[in-house]
C-alpha cells in the first residue's frame, strides 16, 4: 500500500524559512517523479516544483523560482521541498504527489493535478506579513 506523508509546515513570517518532507512507504521515489502541489483557500490547486527520477531534473512555477528548491533523499524515501523568503502568497496546504505508472511522469504537463494518482494528506503553510 502506497503512502504519501507530508510534514514540516507552520506558521511563519514573512522572509522565513520552512522545509516540507513528503516520506514515501511502498513508492521508491528514486523511480518515480515526485511533485509538490499547493492550495490556497478558494484557489485551485497549483503545481509547484517537480524532481524527475531520471537525472534529478527539477522545474518550478515561475513564483517560486529562485525561493524554493526539491531534492529527494533515496536511502531515506524522502522528498523535500525548501522554501525560503517566503511570502504571504505561499500561504496554502501543501501536497505532494505521485504518478501511478513511472512513464505518466513524461505525459501532458508536469502541473497538471489529474495525471497524479497517490497523494498526501498534506501540510499547512501559513505565511504572516
Known amino acids: 500500500q502506497v503512502q504519501l506523508v507530508e510534514s514540516g509546515g507552520g506558521s511563519v513570517q514573512a522572509g522565513g524559512s520552512l522545509r516540507l518532507s513528503c516520506a514515501a512507504v511502498?513508492?521508491?521515489?528514486?523511480?518515480?517523479?515526485m511533485v509538490w502541489f499547493r492550495q490556497a483557500p478558494g484557489r485551485e490547486r497549483e503545481g509547484v516544483a517537480i524532481?524527475?527520477?531520471?537525472?534529478?531534473?527539477?522545474i518550478y512555477t515561475d513564483s517560486v523560482k529562485g525561493r524554493f528548491t526539491v531534492s529527494r533523499d533515496n536511502a531515506k524515501n524522502t522528498v523535500y521541498l525548501q522554501m525560503n523568503n517566503l511570502k504571504d502568497e505561499d500561504t496554502g496546504m501543501y501536497y505532494c504527489?505521485?504518478?501511478?505508472?513511472?512513464?505518466?511522469?513524461?505525459?501532458?504537463?508536469?502541473?497538471?493535478?489529474?495525471?497524479?494518482?497517490?497523494w498526501g494528506q498534506g501540510t499547512q503553510v501559513t505565511v504572516s506579513l
Open positions: 511502498g513508492y521508491p521515489v528514486s523511480s518515480n517523479c
Open positions: 504527489a505521485g504518478v501511478r505508472r513511472y512513464f505518466d511522469c513524461y505525459s501532458g504537463s508536469w502541473n497538471s493535478s489529474a495525471k497524479y494518482y497517490y
Open positions: 524532481i524527475y527520477e531520471s537525472d534529478g531534473g527539477t
